[in-house]
């Protein structure tokens, strides 16, 4: 068994629940921090945590990333040597309508995270950004080292922020921190608002689902497994590599809102009614994640297709009960 003590924040979450399984599994301790905020039901994410209890060493933790005294406390108290920081306000859509909320949460949590990290030893520092920090990149695939100076939404904003401010810690304190652009990741517990889950409920549930634009917008999915895999690589490029670095994490194998639509009915045996709605404000037109540099540093390589993923996604929520 390992001595290694990892914090996640955001650990209650649909990718730190599966993050947590996967470190407990492999014998490391880990501290799971989460407020449980009602963006989505709490509930929920209380159940997500409940299947972390009783897997090895894991301590739950309920407090607040904009708490910094708390986090100092903490960070004090319980001394991890390694941070991964999944905790935010997410969605592009809910960021137009309160975008002081998320800079709060986004932008001056993460500083908290960062202070109690620097100030109490952590060896490494996994920072969750996102593929929206590329905006309508009109170059494909979206690669690292791209311009990423015009977000079109306040999340992508304090996302870009956020990997700022992460290259601000690893210069003045030495923090070795990677940075992850994760791209639309899904799987079993995906958050309810995500495209994937929203839509096998209403197939379920044979209700209209509804269709922005033309549904020639694409996205590049990513099953949550390879996500925890990247994650994992990335703590330990962390602790090999000792600097700060930026990757896409991804299934590189974009499909249309269309495609994703037939695949959905295929996996699922049912004919899907569309709902036509017009765009919506603040959406990227395609998201395309190239993978040379996560493959070459860290070894990244997704596994699992989408409509494999799919299928796992379905099944876990028949049986919910769906």
Not at 7 to 31: D, K, P, Q
Not at 150 to 168: D, M
Not at 176 to 185: E, G, K, M, S
Request: glycine fraction near 10%; include cysteine.
């Amino acid at each position: 068994m390992s001595d290694r003590c990892v914090l996640v924040t955001g650990a209650a979450g649909f990718i730190g629940s599966h993050l947590c399984e996967a470190l407990l599994a492999r014998g490391f301790g880990v501290i799971g921090l989460d407020n449980f905020c009602d963006f989505y039901d709490p509930g929920l994410k209380r159940r997500n945590v409940e299947g972390l209890r009783g897997r090895g060493r894991f301590e739950l933790i309920e407090a607040d990333i904009q708490s910094r005294q708390r986090l100092l406390e903490l960070f004090a108290k319980r001394r991890p040597d390694t941070v991964v920081h999944l905790a935010a306000m997410a969605g592009v859509r809910p960021s137009i309508e309160q975008p002081a909320y998320y800079a709060a949460v986004n932008v001056t949590g993460t500083v908290n995270v960062l202070d109690a990290a620097a100030a109490h030893g952590v060896e490494r520092f996994v920072f969750a950004s996102s593929s929206s920090v590329y905006g309508n990149n009109p170059r494909v695939p979206f690669a690292e080292d791209d311009p990423v100076d015009h977000p079109i939404s306040p999340y992508a904003a304090t996302k870009k922020a956020g990997e700022l401010i992460c290259h601000t810690y690893h210069h003045l304190h030495g923090l070795p921190i990677a940075c992850l652009r994760l791209f639309t990741v899904f799987g079993p517990r995906q958050r309810p608002d995500l495209a994937i889950s929203k839509f096998l409920r209403l197939l379920a549930e044979d209700r209209p689902i509804p269709i922005y634009g033309d549904g020639s917008t694409s996205r590049d999915y990513t099953y949550v497994d390879d996500i925890v895999a990247g994650i994992l690589s990335a703590m330990d490029w962390c602790h090999s590599a000792r600097g700060y670095g930026v990757f896409n994490l991804g299934g590189s194998s974009p499909v249309t809102l269309r495609e994703l639509v037939e695949t959905l009915e295929r996996v699922t045996g049912r004919k899907a009614r569309v709902q036509p709605l017009p765009p919506q404000a603040g959406d990227v037109e395609r998201t395309w994640a190239d993978l040379s540099r996560s493959r070459a540093a860290l070894g990244y390589q997704p596994q699992v297709l989408l409509e494999q993923g799919i299928a796992q996604q379905w099944k876990w929520l028949l049986a919910q009960g769906a």
